[in-house]
């Protein structure tokens, strides 16, 4: 992240401060039954592996969330739709985030290089999860899931998880353009690259957004995505080392956050 960034508490999901009665978990590509290119821990449907597979996969998972019974899955679109959840889980609903204040229901968002985002509140009554790609992230989802929230800001711990790195987040001129149009700080976040190209970081980027909403309690794993091929999905990763014909096809990780039942 820049120099310029503000300290942040840098962690990964295991480490991170919660509440008691909340539990969060970031799955890893390793340890499931999907077979390359989604080796192996695959959790998303929609990428072209066999649903059997994935369904396992997911079953793999629910299994290490003690006290949840249900993972309510989106249908992520790149948006700023924000989902509540409630004693009804709803077959994958078009959103890029979730909020929560029933137990035993976990919000969740995968990722394979956009942002994960999960917030919980201090007293553990309340939890949400975002995908926050470039441009979910440009047109506001994280404000739009804070004011979704009934929790007040300041009263939010925030964790940024696993995404693709400052130093290869290449982008274009419209991509800076965008960030910079909304907040000019947003500068910091961008180094120049190559013919017209820009390095962007993705979690300075999110971190500018959260000090700006006035939270205080910030987070992140810092791994890169794309660079940590052992541990991570990379969907730019996968396109620019496989096979023409597998341009982009890679698996989803799963970031989730709960309030435990019976805690």
């Not at 990379?234 to 096979?243: D, L, M």
Request: glycine residues 8%.
């Amino acid at each position: 992240m820049p120099s310029s960034t503000p300290a942040i508490s840098e962690c990964t999901i295991e480490q991170w401060q919660l509440p008691n009665r909340v539990a969060a978990i970031q799955s890893y590509r390793a340890g499931g039954a999907s077979s390359a290119p989604f080796d192996s821990l695959n959790l998303g449907l929609h990428v072209g592996d066999e649903p059997e597979r994935v369904h396992h996969n997911r079953s793999m998972l629910l299994a290490q969330m003690t006290g949840c019974s249900t993972i309510q899955w989106l249908n992520q679109v790149h948006g700023t739709q924000v989902f509540h959840l409630n004693r009804t889980p709803r077959l994958t609903p078009d959103a890029d985030a979730a909020v929560s204040r029933i137990a035993g229901q976990a919000c969740a968002v995968m990722t394979a290089d956009c942002l994960p985002v999960l917030i919980c509140a201090n007293d553990g009554a309340e939890v949400a999860a975002v995908h926050a790609g470039w441009r979910g992230l440009c047109d506001g989802v994280i404000e739009q899931t804070i004011n979704a929230m009934t929790t007040p800001v300041n009263q939010l711990r925030v964790w940024l998880g696993p995404c693709i790195g400052p130093s290869k987040f290449e982008v274009g001129p419209e991509v800076r353009d965008a960030f910079v149009q909304h907040e000019q700080s947003n500068r910091l976040a961008f180094q120049p690259s190559s013919a017209d190209k820009w390095l962007a970081d993705l979690q300075g980027l999110a971190v500018n957004r959260l000090l700006s909403l006035g939270a205080g309690n910030i987070s992140a794993d810092r791994r890169c995505s794309y660079l940590n091929s052992d541990l991570f999905f990379s969907y730019r990763r996968a396109s620019h080392q496989g096979p023409a014909k597998l341009n982009g096809v890679t698996g989803r990780m799963a970031s989730a956050i709960w309030i435990k039942a019976n805690a």
